[in-house]
């Protein structure tokens, strides 16, 4: 099963950017079993591996903004480290990690799909203001991701569409790198407190590998605007059966 989510979400991962968190986690949980905390330090790891990889590729073509990043960077990195000790000592329930998971899951869906259907412009918070605004919201951000291991790719993608007048792939670009970062950071925190299944890391890892290679060579055949809708639709479904199940155990 482990081989599967590896391959599945790697897949999605090359298709569209986004995934690694906001999917892992969930399928973690709710088809293997694993403890909330370990399904985290896990999916942080395996994010790690596969978003260092594509933020490569976008590095060698110079297709993300240095200056954005560092002000990413710099309320992202505190943030997940503080999340990642919070989850660890707070020893949050299984029904509760579920929930939380559940309604992050279907909100950050659900407010992607309304900036893609209204085709809504960037709202640009001025060159002045950015290097205040982006470390702040960044640093929210961190806490989730170090907290459940969501945020990294989705959040940071809205929130740069949301404030900046970067291009798609720049944004993309500067969405992986930073999720790279964080990632590793977590995962490295997570691993150290024990919250990492090797196992299912090692088989999400091989599966993964297929997936991304199977997604690079069938990219330029699929519609992305389309395939994009898909997901976060998917996601929606994922995230209501999370609130539910969390509410009914």
């Keep these: 099963m482990d081989l599967l989510i590896g391959f599945f979400v790697a897949f999605l991962i090359g298709l569209t950017g986004v995934g690694a968190g906001i999917l892992t986690t969930p399928l973690l949980v709710t088809l293997i079993d694993l403890e909330p905390k370990v399904a985290v330090g896990t999916a942080l790891i395996f994010a790690t591996a596969i978003k260092g990889y594509a933020g490569f590729l976008y590095i060698s073509k110079g297709l993300y903004n240095k200056r954005i990043l560092l002000y990413l960077c710099s309320g992202g990195l505190p943030g997940v480290l503080i999340g990642s000790l919070c989850v660890n000592r707070l020893g949050v329930d299984k029904n ?47 806490l989730e991701v170090g907290f459940s291991s969501i945020g990294s790719g989705v959040l940071v993608e809205l929130l740069l569409l949301s404030t900046t007048n970067m291009g798609v792939s720049h944004v993309v670009g500067t969405s992986l790198i930073f999720g790279f970062i964080v990632s590793l950071l977590g995962g490295v925190v997570h691993f150290s407190l024990g919250n990492v299944d090797t196992k299912v890391l090692i088989g999400l890892t091989l599966g993964g590998i297929g997936g991304a290679l199977l997604a690079l060579k069938i990219l330029r055949f699929l519609p992305q605007k389309e395939l994009r809708y898909g997901l976060l639709v998917f996601l929606l479904v994922i995230g209501g059966f999370l609130v539910k199940e969390g509410i009914e155990r």
Excluded: Q, W
């Excluded at 992050?104 to 869906?109: D, G, H, I, K």
């Excluded at 085709?119 to 982006?134: A, I, S």
């Design 96 to 142: 509760t990690m579920m929930l939380i998971l559940g309604i992050l899951v279907f909100t950050t869906s659900l407010v992607n799909l309304y900036f893609y259907a209204r085709g809504l412009k960037p709202f640009n918070v001025g060159h002045r203001n950015v290097k205040y605004f982006l470390p702040f919201v960044s640093l929210l951000i961190g």
